[in-house]
């Protein structure tokens, strides 16, 4: 099956949507999600024990003919109560996870599990019907494969007149919720370019992001970090307690599960709509957004022996910040919207430097939050003055990387200090 590639000059967009299934297809979904699971699975075991018995490469065609004999034997022929297009999309993710792991981008795959794994389905074009609804523009009859009635779904917004979606997929989350995700290709209107009013120099904003603050720019501008666990602290732990009471297996632990997780749920939504407010405003604003190229997987590390459970606080309050959530949107509202992005190499010393006059100082502790530099004698805050030497570095960056452009050529919505050659190799950190 030949995997389809995305138009020219189109952006592709999700539109995502709760539903609420009837009883019939609650019931179909739970068979399809069951199913995709198996098929990954099976795919996994095949691709897996090919090549450790023969040294066998198989790859997506292979596990698609082997999908084709398992909807046809006795012993699984319920998988033939499924969708062949959405099994086929579980054999493409599982192809995709491959070529992943191959690219060194993640580990080798892993078998999902009935209770920890996301249910989901991908249905392509073939696989629903999607009417618009002409009594509500914006808004349409979704009719799944092997269902009869179209999805409850609730239209949170309205969607551009014309659209149809390249591909859906249905999930559920732990807290038992449905969702319908419409991927689409649209051509997204790029906003006016943002530039110093008299100067011509582009409006570059500076990002340090943080525990005591979540993020703070170079004007001085502080986003406060919200820590929804420690605000729901006392109610997770609650929570906790009335699950341990339950006896396992019971209707009443499974309820006592889904408090749990509709509790996750709300701290996950609360988290997102404040990023992306925040990170909608930042693109709309400026031209130039300038971050720190941060490992967050390796500040993750757990600490071992002496201090680690001053560790394990500090990895839940990084794990609440989500930064790697305000990365990701940043990357993609920039290419949607026209904006640059600079990644400043992570070893640069943002915090270090005076801003003033550029003089590299010693060390800071994270408990000093302001310091003066020994220099020039300017008082710094902490993180401003980080965000302000982020700034300035990232907008040096901007203009080496525009510098080779053709006249009206536009800026790369991505640059990565590590990927700009400079004299002798990489650009040099002060």
């Known amino acids: 099956m030949k995997r389809r590639t995305k138009d020219p000059g189109t952006q592709q967009r999700v539109y995502r949507f709760r539903f609420y299934p009837t009883t019939a297809q609650a019931e179909q979904l739970e068979k399809t999600f069951g199913a995709c699971r198996w098929v990954y699975n099976e795919g996994l075991a095949l691709r897996s024990g090919a090549w450790e018995r023969h040294r066998v490469n198989v ?18 022929a319920w998988l033939e109560e499924v969708s062949s297009t959405v099994l086929q999309q579980s054999l493409r993710n599982l192809d995709q996870a491959y070529t992943r792991f191959f690219k060194g981008m993640s580990k080798y795959p892993k078998r999902k599990k009935k209770r920890t794994s996301k249910d989901a389905a991908t249905y392509v074009r073939t696989g629903f019907r999607w009417v618009e609804d002409p009594e509500r523009p914006g808004t349409a009859r979704v009719t799944l494969a092997k269902q009869a009635q179209p999805l409850d779904v609730r239209w949170s917004r ?39 009013p008299g100067t011509g120099e582009p409006t570059t904003v500076g990002l340090d992001l943080g525990l005591a603050s979540l993020a703070t720019l170079d004007d001085g501008t502080k986003l406060d970090h919200p820590r929804l666990l420690k605000r729901y602290a006392e109610r997770l732990a609650r929570l906790q307690r009335e699950l341990h009471r339950k006896v396992m297996g019971s209707q009443n632990r499974d309820k006592a599960r889904r408090r749990i997780a509709r509790l996750y749920a709300l701290i996950g939504d ?8 925040f990170t909608t405003r930042l693109v709309r604003e400026n031209q130039v957004l300038v971050v720190e190229d941060l490992s967050i997987a390796s500040l993750l590390r757990p600490a071992r022996g002496k201090g680690r459970r001053r560790k394990a606080s500090l ?25 640059t992005l600079v990644i400043v190499d992570r070893f640069f010393p943002s915090t270090r430097r005076c801003s003033a006059c550029h003089a590299k100082g010693p060390k800071l502790d994270v408990s000093v939050r302001e310091w003066t530099c020994d220099r020039c004698g300017a008082a710094h805050d902490r993180d401003v003055n980080a965000a302000v030497n982020l700034r300035d570095e990232g907008l040096r960056l901007y203009r080496l990387a525009t510098s080779a452009l053709p006249p009206g050529g536009r800026a790369p919505s991505v640059i990565r200090a590590s990927a700009l050659p400079g004299p002798e190799g990489p650009l040099p950190v002060m």
């Open 315 to 339: 990895n839940r309050a990084i794990r609440d910040a989500a930064w790697g959530e305000l990365l990701r949107q940043l990357r993609y509202k920039c290419e949607w919207y026209g904006r």
């Open 59 to 76: 790859g997506f065609a292979e596990t698609c003919r082997a999908l084709t004999g398992w909807r046809r034997a006795a012993g699984t």
């Open 158 to 196: 309205t969607l551009p007149a014309g659209l149809l979606p390249v591909r859906l997929s249905v999930t559920r989350d732990r807290a038992g919720r449905y969702f319908l995700a419409a991927l689409a290709e649209e051509r997204i209107t790029v906003l006016p370019a943002a530039f110093m």
């Open 270 to 277: 609360v988290r997102r709509d404040m990023l992306d407010q």
